[in-house]
T-cell receptor, first 112, second 114 residues
Framework: DQQVKQNSPSLSVQEGRISILNCDYTNSMFDYFLWYKKYPAEGPTFLISISSIKDKNEDGRFTVFLNKSAKHLSLHIVPSQPGDSAVYFCAAKRAEYNDMRFGAGTRLTVKP | EPEVTQTPSHQVTQMGQEVILRCVPISNHLYFYWYRQILGQKVEFLVSFYNNEISEKSEIFDDQFSVERPDGSNFTLKIRSTKLEDSAMYFC????????????FGDGTRLSIL
């Protein structure tokens, strides 16, 4: 299932700098997009979401940008902290359906 | 903060045996889900459950699988005649609605089929 793609398996960033995680999707019917963070031996933790009627949603250090024409979304973390080191999953769904489609994840490492 | 809890954290079962994975969703949530993640692969949707019945299921969720809400708090996934390829992390999730609402996940059950 290639409907949601995260092409960067890993990203390394210095503490205090910006982390930018990217996600592409192919299904233009998706209208709700989410980012989850996952630590080892834990389940995915919801981080932030955006509906297709918006192009930006901000929550503290986390901002998600949606470019519908490019079928692309990104997660910005500013400033990055060592505790942000985790695997980040992009997910997408259609409001009228229950199944979420996940990307393969990007492992973020924030170095002190 | 309320959370989804799953038991056991790790289940080891002989091939061909039946296994039941248990979940306690967040109490005021109405939609319940099972996902799985085979090692090195993506998280995949299995099934959603609402109002005591399956609302959606994926191609993975065949006759080998069943779900049940036996009481007001538990949500279970039963896998009959387990196969080696059923080895995976199984995540339970719940959500208040199915629209533009996030699903909240438990920490998963690691199922190992020998």
């Amino acid at each position: 299932d290639q409907q949601v793609k995260q092409n960067s398996p890993s990203l390394s960033v210095q503490e205090g700098r910006i982390s930018i995680l990217n996600c592409d999707y192919t299904n233009s019917m998706f209208d709700y997009f989410l980012w989850y963070k996952k630590y080892p031996a834990e389940g995915p933790t919801f981080l932030i979401s955006i509906s297709s009627i918006k192009d930006k949603n901000e929550d503290g250090r986390f901002t998600v940008f949606l470019n519908k024409s490019a079928k692309h979304l990104s997660l910005h973390i500013v400033p990055s902290q060592p505790g942000d080191s985790a695997v980040y999953f992009c997910a997408a769904k259609r409001a009228e359906y229950n199944d979420m489609r996940f990307g393969a994840g990007t492992r973020l490492t924030v170095k002190p | 903060e309320p959370e989804v809890t799953q038991t056991p954290s790790h289940q080891v079962t002989q091939m061909g045996q039946e296994v039941i994975l248990r979940c306690v969703p967040i109490s005021n949530h109405l939609y319940f889900y099972w996902y799985r993640q085979i090692l090195g692969q993506k998280v995949e949707f299995l099934v959603s459950f609402y109002n005591n019945e399956i609302s959606e299921k994926s191609e993975i969720f065949d006759d080998q699988f069943s779900v049940e809400r036996p009481d007001g708090s538990n949500f279970t996934l039963k896998i009959r005649s387990t196969k080696l390829e059923d080895s995976a992390m199984y995540f339970c999730a719940s959500g208040p609605d199915r629209g533009h609402q996030p699903q909240h996940f438990g920490d998963g059950t690691r199922l190992s089929i020998l």
